[in-house]
């Protein structure tokens, strides 16, 4: 392959785990590359994602790259659930240790990239220039285009206005503020707790309330860190076995073949254990089964009415308006107790929805408020966002995102027909939106440098998936998720962002587990990469 100036075999779009992990796998295979982030360092979601209270969900030592077992003797997670300054240390290191930087433009956004047939050769545009390469890698994350609210005045507001996403580099104060917090999802309900400790009145908006689980977070001692560095082949073995690719594996019981008491203990215990294991180490059939959802919503409704003592506040707080799971499941710290404080208030949006945003605060059908500051903890454009914002151009003009309109067409979610040499890492019907993601990172960035090597060796300069593949890829995907009760509610799963009325509902992630997808993936290429046409 040529590697002229400003030409590369591959260009990769986004310096994120995923990102980072590509131009390693680019170095061993000899291949010249060029990694493009918009931000000022490498972490992707965690260099973005700088408010209080973040952190990830998955168990810390399921969480770190297993591709290098010197890094994971090396690093030591100092909590159960490390937050974001820890994690985002965390990526920085791998960028030190591997010497990353030297290879990545950072403060470069790609706005489009347009993919030329006669030449073979994908023109990767930004604002300060063109790059050109043979192979074009999006590793632009699940989370990566925030959304704001659609409500009038917005940008009258005069206090300080953060968008979780968007987070000051500097620390922001809460301190003797009157603080507004719009959005309950994952991200509003790790703010939240952080700003009630400090903030003198926080008013919290709520649209539709979420089924929030404890976290159960809590320092590693040194005894359990070095019994963790033991046992990493058996974490990651674990987490390999399991459909979300966490270490919470579902119970292969029904939970309606098991007495009320029985149904009961187990759930009690699984609320009670840390993580998502109440979501994903349930009974077999919580996700898939009415009535076995019908039983475990109830109990966390339940729990949730305990922990609120107005009454009826709490009712504002538990949903009943989906299943527990079917949308994704908030991990809180305290978050319920929160509501308990004096200075915390509960809006319920659907009895007093927002009129406007004002100079000096917000204003709902019922009442005018004045606020020092807002944040917005509102969500984002999921898993297709980054794509709908890029000028995507692949074979004869064709725009990706006209193409996906109708909802993503992928085969095995890493390649579009009609986009030769384009890979789209953890990007739409692709296990990884749907999982512990580094597990998943590591098998899609794996499995793409062997489909790499194979080119390299066969000599071949193209490869572009079939449009039949795709469209068995997407036929199997929906049955996948048909199973499931995910798609009787509306949630980024699904595609639906309010703010966004133009998006078509479809569900946008993998539903079929990851060791299915592992499995299908390596079929494809033990089949010499069948569904696939190489040139
Ligand atoms: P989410 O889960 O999309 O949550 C966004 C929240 O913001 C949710 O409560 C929304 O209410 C609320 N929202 C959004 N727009 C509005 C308007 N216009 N008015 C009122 N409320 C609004 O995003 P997160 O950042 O919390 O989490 C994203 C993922 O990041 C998460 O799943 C993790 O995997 C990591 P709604 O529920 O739509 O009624």
């Not at 470069?108 to 930004?126: D, F, K, L, P």
């Amino acid at each position: 392959m040529r590697n002229l100036r400003d030409m590369y075999d591959v260009v990769v779009i986004g310096a994120g785990l995923s990102g980072m992990y590509q131009l390693i796998k680019l170095r061993e295979l000899g291949l010249s590359a060029r990694v493009l982030e918009m931000g000022s360092d490498v972490g992707g979601t965690w260099y973005w994602n700088r408010y209080p209270g973040a952190r990830f969900d998955s168990e810390s030592y399921s969480y770190g790259m297993s591709f290098s077992k010197e890094l994971l003797q090396e690093w030591e997670w100092s909590e159960y659930f490390s937050a974001q300054p820890e994690t985002l240390r965390y990526c920085q290191r791998i960028a030190e240790k591997f010497d990353l930087r030297r290879d990545i433009d950072f403060n470069t956004r790609v706005t489009g990239a347009h993919y030329n047939e006669a030449s073979n050769i994908w023109q990767v545009i930004t604002a300060d220039k063109i790059l050109e390469s043979r192979f074009l890698i999006t590793a632009v994350g699940v989370f990566s285009e925030p959304t704001w609210p659609d409500i009038e005045g917005i940008n009258d507001f005069q206090g300080e206005a953060w968008h979780t996403a968007r987070w000051s580099r500097h620390r922001v104060d809460f301190c003797n503020k009157r603080v507004a917090v719009i959005g309950t999802g994952a991200t509003g309900v790790q703010v939240i707790p952080e700003v009630a400790k400090t903030a003198e009145t926080l008013t919290v908006f709520q649209r539709r309330p979420n089924y929030c689980l404890p976290l159960g977070n809590r320092p590693i001692t040194d005894e359990e860190q070095a019994d963790i560095k033991r046992r990493y082949d058996e974490i990651f073995a674990r987490c390999a076995s399991t459909a979300g690719a966490f270490l919470h594996g579902s119970d292969p019981r029904s939970a309606l073949d098991v007495s009320d008491e029985e149904r009961e203990a187990t759930f009690e215990k699984l609320y009670n254990t840390p993580g998502f294991a109440l979501w994903l180490g349930n009974f077999r059939d919580c996700g898939t089964d009415q009535k076995a959802n019908d039983f475990v919503s109830e109990f966390v409704r339940k729990k949730i009415a305990e922990r609120v003592k107005d009454s009826a506040l709490a009712e504002k707080l538990i949903p009943l308006d989906h299943g527990f799971g079917t949308r994704r499941v908030p991990m809180e710290s305290g978050y319920y107790e929160v509501y308990n404080q004096d200075n915390v208030r509960l809006i319920d949006l659907n009895a007093t929805p927002f009129r406007r945003i004002t100079r000096s605060g917000i204003e709902t059908i019922a009442e005018s408020f004045d606020f020092d500051m807002i944040i917005y903890a509102t969500g984002f454009d999921a898993i297709v966002g980054s794509f709908r914002n890029m000028d995507i151009q692949g074979r004869r003009g064709a725009k990706l995102k006209s193409y996906w309109e109708g909802g993503p067409v992928t085969y095995l979610g890493v390649q579009s027909p009609g986009f030769p040499n384009l890979f789209t890492l953890v990007g739409p019907q692709n296990a990884s939106t749907f999982c512990n993601i580094p597990r998943c990172i590591e098998q899609n960035v794996e499995w793409l440098s062997e489909l790499m090597e194979y080119m390299l060796a066969e000599g071949y300069n193209r490869v572009e998936a079939t449009q039949a593949a795709a469209e068995a890829w997407v036929e199997h995907s929906e049955q996948m998720v048909a199973m499931t009760l995910i798609p009787n509610t509306d949630s980024w799963f699904m595609n639906v962002n309010q703010n966004l009325p133009e998006k078509k509902r479809t569900f946008l992630a993998y539903a079929g587990g990851a060791p299915r997808y592992r499995e299908k993936c390596d079929e494809v290429a033990a089949a010499h990469y069948t569904g696939f046409d190489f040139a």
